[in-house]
């Protein structure tokens, strides 16, 4: 049987199974600390941040708009990857240089999330005060304006699609849903690797045959359908039209942050964090290496607000 016990107080949720449900070695492989290639090192390095040269100079040049907005996945890239969702947190290095970002004029910071935005509120302290795009851009929060409610109707949808998944997944050990306001996830992180094509097949019949509408998203052992088919490229058009951007920095390591990638113009810049193949310009070994960029992004930003007070 999965386990099924709610994990969000106040909220429809469910916590992943704890105690050796997964498959040996699986706990906590998905987070790479290790150091980059070029990360720290002298050759082709920039300056004294020891980010790679094309990377640093980049920063740089990104430090220098006048209008600048700083767009961050959460899960895999602000936060390393965990077994049980609603333990993950930013790292406290990333959580500053955020800090020391939005205080800059001029500078706007955003979470861009797969998650729903009452669950990355919870986990991210401060949230509120930053601009949000949550469920792969099916809601969000740009100051005064934020993503209208899920009708009655559309709330039926997403309740039998829930139904539908936790019947399935009743029966793969390890396997749980994620309930959101406009669909739901099944996570297998827990669960055996050769059980899972037979739930996702499961899964989908359900759909194809009930709710053919629904869009699919895949990511990090999780199968997620919603009842939108916003991405996460809408949510940075949405966002850079709101802050009137000029450029705009994007880090994500999952494949729907590839739809994000997508949607950078010239002159912005991608950081995929983590393998896989990319469409981002420059990339990291993991959340810690991203934090070191936020940095150094921070410093160059806070430099050029410096310069621009006194050269006035
Ligand atoms: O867009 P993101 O902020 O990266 O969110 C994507 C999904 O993140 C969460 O799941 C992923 O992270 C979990 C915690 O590290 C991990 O256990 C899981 O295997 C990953 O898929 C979240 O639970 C989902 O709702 C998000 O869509």
Redesign the pocket.
């Known amino acids: 049987m999965v386990n099924r016990i709610p994990y969000r107080a106040g909220t429809l949720g469910r916590r992943?199974p704890r105690g050796g449900a997964g498959p040996p070695g699986r706990r906590g492989a998905a987070v790479t600390t290790r150091r980059p290639a070029g990360l720290g090192e002298s050759a082709g390095a920039s300056g004294d941040t020891g980010l790679p040269a094309a990377l640093g100079d980049h920063l740089e040049r990104l430090a220098a708009e006048p209008r600048l907005l700083v767009a961050l996945?959460?899960?895999?890239?602000l936060?390393?990857?965990?077994?049980?969702?609603m333990s993950?947190r930013a790292l406290p290095e990333s959580v500053a240089a955020i800090d020391e970002l939005r205080a800059i004029p001029d500078t706007f910071v955003a979470l861009?999330?797969?998650?729903?935005l009452a669950?990355l509120d919870q986990l991210y302290p401060g949230s509120t005060s930053l601009l949000a795009v949550a469920s792969?851009g099916g809601e969000y929060r740009l100051g005064e304006h934020s993503a209208s409610e899920p009708t009655e109707g559309e709330r039926a949808r997403v309740a039998a699609l829930i139904a539908a998944l936790e019947r399935a997944a009743a029966s793969v050990e390890g396997a749980w849903i994620?309930p959101?306001p406009l669909g739901a996830?099944i996570?297998t992180?827990l669960a055996d690797p050769n059980t899972v094509p037979a739930l996702h097949g499961a899964a989908r019949a359900w759909i194809r045959h009930s709710d053919p509408d629904l869009s699919e998203r895949t990511?990090?052992?999780?199968l997620?359908f919603s009842i939108l088919a916003a991405t996460?490229g809408d949510g940075i058009a949405r966002l850079r039209a709101h802050t009137a951007a000029g450029s705009v920095f994007y880090a994500?390591?999952?494949v729907?942050?590839e739809d994000a990638f997508a949607a950078l113009e010239s002159g912005d810049l991608g950081l995929k964090c983590g393998p896989g193949e990319t469409r981002a310009e420059h990339r990291v070994a993991g959340p810690e290496e991203v934090a070191a960029v936020l940095r150094a992004l921070a410093r160059a930003r806070a430099r050029w607000a410096y310069a621009k007070t006194v050269t006035k």
Request: glycine share 10%.
């Open positions: 992943p996945d959460f899960d895999g890239t936060a390393p990857i965990v077994d049980d969702p993950a861009v999330s797969g998650r729903d669950s792969h994620e959101k996830a996570h992180r990511g990090k052992d999780i997620e996460k994500g390591d999952d729907t942050d």
